[in-house]
């Protein structure tokens, strides 16, 4: 894993001015998980699945993600090269040693709680930071999938089919099994076989609380589903947004819809692995925070080395030499960092922070439909008490802790993402008008706004 070390404003603006960077996120994450993903910059994990290109670099100014866009462009002629060759055998490789991980880094997960040895956390890190070196791939993959399959729907002169209707229903992901289970037990109850207040319906609810309690969590963030949560979940339980199935006689069309819906569903996995596995982890963690009187707050602020460095010293060594407050890296051959006096000054020279007039803007649609509602801009967890229903959620990208929000709202707007990205699975399985890929949603909007979401467009209207 890589090391953190503090950089001065002087060298950090030299790096920066060297590449042209692009925004790909909104992550209010700690600092541990940030700095697992940060370490995945390196070229031997990129060699591991077969991608012999220079690491993309990263830039995180506060929570906001950027990459490099001349690495990225390398990668992305890697990937379409292997489609226009027809190397589907490359794609399923590197599906299966994602797979094989999958499985590795669970198992990992349980010797930490058997042992609470170092040596083993050490290890689920390594197998969790090659799983993070993948999310660049899958981004790649995305965009040209899109781009492949728009190309050849054109040809095709199929016109009146939009991507995400050939995005297939994910029984794979455990937010697809917990759907089901939800249904399922729906359908006993409608049919009078159970019966809501009965010992028999809390087991059931018992038990999807033992598998997937971690999903009211992301990366150390949010908290875990409770038996009130699942039973809310039952109460407002709908069945999933089935796309009919378009039987397609193009050869090549065929192919590009199965790697589409194979990298879909597998992308949500490897999400579900990390998340699942930093969760099983965080109660040891918590315990080797406390053995060095530190709160857990604190102590996932700790970089990933600084962390393993203050269980090494025997929980003394327990003062992060970033001061914890900084977000503001550049990832390399370490994570170079600037103190938050500079990050302020940096934030002053080069970030823009000046809003301009607008009310209309566009983006990709996800699910198509029209609604006018209230706007609710949520930026983190902080912000998801504010959520009402039939609120338009308005974020920079959504994961699986906002399922419950997007659950209840009227559309979803985001700055991020693609035909792949979390929102337009999801917005996809619940019939959610969505837009996605704005860029400048988050600015633009404002709690209270009154919009029209017109997602058989893609475009979003200020109306007051």
Not at 27 to 32: H, M, P, V
Request: contains cysteine; charged residues 30%.
């Amino acid at each position: 894993m890589k090391r953190t070390s503090l950089i001065s404003y002087k060298e950090f603006v030299k790096k920066y001015k060297s590449y042209e960077w692009e925004k790909i996120g909104d992550w209010k994450i700690s600092n541990l998980p940030y700095s697992l993903f940060a370490s995945a910059v390196d070229r031997k994990f990129y060699e591991f699945y077969g991608v012999p290109c220079e690491p993309l670099h990263y830039l995180f100014i506060r929570s906001e993600a950027y990459t490099s866009k001349k690495e990225w462009q390398e990668v992305y002629k890697f990937f379409i090269k292997k489609i226009e060759e027809k190397n589907y055998k490359f794609f399923n490789l590197l599906i299966e040693k994602q797979r094989n991980l999958y499985l590795e880094t669970q198992k990992l997960s349980k010797e930490v709680v058997r042992s609470e040895r170092l040596e083993a956390i050490e290890k689920v890190f390594d197998s969790i930071i090659l799983l993070c070196a993948s999310f660049e791939f899958d981004r790649v993959f995305s965009v040209i999938l899109e781009e492949k399959l728009e190309e050849r729907l054109k040809e095709l002169k199929l016109t009146n089919i939009y991507l995400p209707q050939l995005l297939e229903e994910n029984n794979e992901s455990d937010s697809g099994k917990l759907h089901f289970v939800l249904t399922e037990i729906k359908k006993r109850v409608e049919k009078g076989s159970l019966k809501k207040d009965s010992v028999e319906f809390k087991k059931e609810i018992k038990k999807l609380i033992e598998k997937y309690e971690y999903l009211g969590t992301y990366l150390f963030t949010g908290v875990s589903y409770t038996e009130k949560d699942f039973v809310n979940m039952f109460d407002k339980i709908k069945p999933i947004v089935e796309n009919k199935k378009i039987v397609f006689q193009d050869k090549l069309l065929i192919q590009l819809v199965d790697l589409l819906n194979i990298f879909s569903k597998n992308k949500f996995r490897r999400i579900e692995v990390i998340n699942r596995s930093l969760f099983v982890i965080q109660p040891i963690l918590i315990k080797m925070a406390e053995k060095g009187n530190l709160s857990w707050k604190t102590a996932k602020q700790f970089y990933v080395d600084e962390f393993m460095d203050y269980i090494k010293s025997g929980y003394k060594n327990n003062i992060s030499k970033t001061g914890f407050k900084t977000l503001n890296m550049i990832a390399e051959k370490d994570m170079q960092i600037l103190s938050e006096d500079d990050t302020i000054k940096f934030e002053k020279e080069f970030v823009d922070t000046k809003s301009k007039i607008i009310n209309e803007f566009n983006g990709v649609i996800a699910f198509h439909g029209i609604i006018r509602g209230i706007v609710k801009v949520v930026l983190s967890f902080d912000d998801f008490g504010k959520f009402q229903d039939d609120d338009v959620l308005v974020c920079s990208m959504t994961d699986p802790n906002f399922v419950p929000l997007m659950k209840k709202a009227s559309a979803i707007i985001t700055d991020t993402g693609g035909i792949l990205c979390h929102a337009a699975i999801i917005s996809r399985e619940l019939g959610i008008p969505c837009i996605i890929g704005t860029k400048i949603a988050t600015q633009v909007l404002k709690d209270g706004d009154l919009v029209e979401v017109d997602a058989d467009r893609g475009i979003v209207r200020i109306i007051k």
